[in-house]
């Protein structure tokens, strides 16, 4: 129990080095299916290999061509039974042949291909199960390939199945994904939040300084928010398509202090109305930069080509949605602060003042390096 | 240590970083399109294997044979609880001893496989948490460990491993909690050193270093205690600035445990900092061929470049295929590594932010806060800076390193 416990007080003290200790125990699975006839290959690590069914039958801790040889009838039946293919009712056939070594980053593997017959249509399902039972730690990459579409998937102990269904290979897993960075983005961009803040109270303050009954001001306050978000939202997506593309390319700094300077502007609108009613042009305009600062955060993830198209609408309707939760958060916040009119002052200044000075502080900063605070 | 560059400086930085990458992306590519081949004799000797793998195959073996013997019929007939206790115990132990990522997996499916209708020692479970934490599944290794204090609350180690899991992941307040709990069960030098972690990266650091050291000097400690309270002290020292005092206590503790890779790494990463890479090199070399040391590796070519000596192409091979094989894991992968190979290596900042962002979501110690900075730095990506200002702000996180990287734009 002693030797445990000073496990136990080790492990706390040195995880970041046994995190750092990463899987040289992966698999890798490559599988195309071309009108139900199946091909690809399977590589294991000889290391697994011991661990899952035993190699070293002289337990010399060395393991030979030989012993592998030996094994394969046991290797092909182990894969058999832990990797198993289905195509609408129908179990597949799936074979192994052609042992062969390849030496690869995590040690030397075992290679074999894969071959078989499934029906021609219906969902493919997948369940990928070797060696879960005896090493939770390792993981299944397969490349999977169905009558031309392709996608790369991770199998591990919680994610063992994995059932393909036409169209929703490619398209659908990446788009929900990136509505949630769209949406976490936009979340965490505090500039975007602060130029929508400042956008929205301009918008709001312009109709109670040009409208006398309430209605009126409600009626044009609520119109004029409609224009300027759907505004903002258009030309933000032009450019984030555009960007994303390549088509267009800015460099990010410029981007980014385009971005502190709309922040700083439209604070200013906040005391004095430099927009007067053009609102929704200005949103626009300003909406065009920020749609090229979504395009920088978008690029850094990397997205497979494959899976360009879902990821680029996900993400955009995910800061559609994020943007929309925030609008419709700060509407009843800023109808009550502007509701009496010592309210409305104090807000006016404090908040136009507020924003109008981390706007700076940021442009100072991104665009000249000057860091303030 | 590199500074922002003048426009022959970036060109040169830009032509040494495309060299590197295409030596990279040449040796990959002869790697990756390498044939599988199969071997002339029968006697070609593939791989010796490890002694961790050796002892994982024997214990599964063992395993599979308990269960024909016990009942063939009966699949859940398999370990007693008392065997699969013992079994866990020694595969945990095998894990922490090698360091082995697959030994840690085997830990985990032993105690995937504990029956369900009998309750888990108290043993097991901390067992449980350690690994969860060690796959940086933090919250999950905590939820083991409230079990365990729900049952018995004056649990040392489930307290110790939960104060550490909370400071990994930010949550002060927990620590303090923790370290109380420590205090109140009398364990004076284990409730100091918990204390003082806290206070050293939350404002109080000078205390922190005092009260340890006087404790060093003061009270009787065994080696586990001491090689705690040195690494407390050397890590503190590091943040403070105090380089002399950093170094000395490294050194002691690596004197006391030589093959501590935690500790070497830590030494080397201090040395690079204080613009001493042959120092550094000295302690990386034996790491140089080591796949399961990808941090030693990705230090070790910093280390070589900042020492202007010539690195070798298949350690940068080495390292940028098991970058490519980690990057497949997705979601999965090590971000800090990721963050560090793109950061000093690969040299695309962008990227590095990225990876580096995601890591301090998961865990936020200073080396982490100071990868993210780092990386935000040398991508200028302000807001990202910000974000780590806020962190120090609210923290009160003293860290000499992070002031340099944020005040003089500098890459550390």
Known sequence: MTRLFKSLVTICLCWPVLVAAHSLNDSFFDLQLNEGAVSGSLQVAISDLEIAIGLDNNQDTQITWGEIRRASPAIAGYVNSRIELSRGDQVCTLSTNDLAIEQLSGGPYVTMGLFGQCAESGALSLDYGLLFDVDNSHRGIAAISVDGESATRLFSPANQSLTLDGGSLSFWTPLISFIGEGIWHIWIGIDHILFLLAMLLGVVLHTHRTRTTSTAIWTETGWSIVKMVTAFTLAHSITLILASLRIVELPAQLVETAIALSVVVSAVNILIPIFGRHHWPVAFAFGLVHGFGFANVLGDLNLATGQFVASLLGFNIGVEIGQLVIVLGLIPILALLIHWQWSRRLTTVLSALAIAQVGMLWFLDRGFGVTVL | ?412
């Open chain 2, 1 to 412: 240590m590199m500074k922002k560059t003048t426009t022959d400086e970036s060109k040169k930085l830009l032509l040494f970083q495309t060299v590197i990458l295409l030596v990279i992306f040449i040796v990959f590519l002869s790697e990756t399109r390498a044939d599988s081949f199969v071997p002339q004799s029968d006697d070609q000797v593939l791989l010796t294997l490890s002694p961790a793998v050796t002892a994982i195959a024997r214990s599964v073996r063992a395993q599979e044979r308990s269960l024909e013997s016990n009942n063939a019929g009966n699949a859940a007939t398999q370990y007693s609880s008392r065997e699969l206790a013992a079994a866990i115990s020694e595969a945990y132990t095998l894990a922490t001893r090698n360091n082995d990522p697959r030994a840690f997996g085997h830990t985990l499916s032993l105690i995937n496989a504990w029956p369900q209708q009998q309750p888990k020692p108290a043993m097991v479970r901390l067992i449980h948490a350690s690994v969860l934490q060690h796959s940086h599944e933090f919250m999950a290794a905590l939820q083991q460990l409230d079990t365990v204090l729900s049952n018995d609350p004056a649990n040392l180690q489930a307290r110790l491993i939960y104060s550490q899991v909370s400071l990994v992941i930010g949550d002060y307040e927990a620590v303090a909690q923790q370290c109380q709990a420590i205090e109140a069960a009398g364990v004076q030098i284990y409730a100091l050193n918990c204390g003082a972690q806290l206070q050293s990266i939350t404002g109080n650091a000078e205390f922190a270093l005092s009260a340890v050291e006087e404790t060093l000097l003061a009270r009787p400690t065994n080696a586990t205690q001491q090689i705690e309270l040195l690494l407390n002290a050397a890590t503190t020292a590091e943040r403070l600035g105090f380089a002399d005092r950093a170094e000395r206590y490294y050194r002691r503790v690596l004197s006391m445990n030589p093959q501590s890779l935690f500790t070497t790494l830590r030494l080397s990463a201090f040395l690079l900092h204080q613009s001493r890479p042959e120092a550094a090199i000295e302690l990386l070399r034996p790491y140089a061929n080591s796949a399961n040391d990808l941090e030693a590796q990705i230090l070790l070519v910093r280390a070589l470049q900042g020492a202007g000596m010539p690195v070798n192409a298949e350690l940068l091979a080495s390292i940028g295929a098991e970058i490519e094989s980690l990057q497949r894991l997705g979601d999965e992968a090590p971000h800090k590594l990721l963050a560090q190979y793109q950061l000093y290596i690969a040299e695309d900042f962008a990227t590095a932010v990225r990876s580096a962002t995601l890591n301090w979501k998961l865990q936020k110690e200073p080396g982490d806060t100071l990868l993210l900075a780092s990386a935000a730095v040398a991508s200028e990506q302000s807001q990202t800076q910000e974000q780590v200002r806020a962190w120090i702000t609210k923290t009160g996180l003293q860290d000499a390193r992070i002031q340099t990287v944020l005040s003089a734009q500098e890459v550390l």
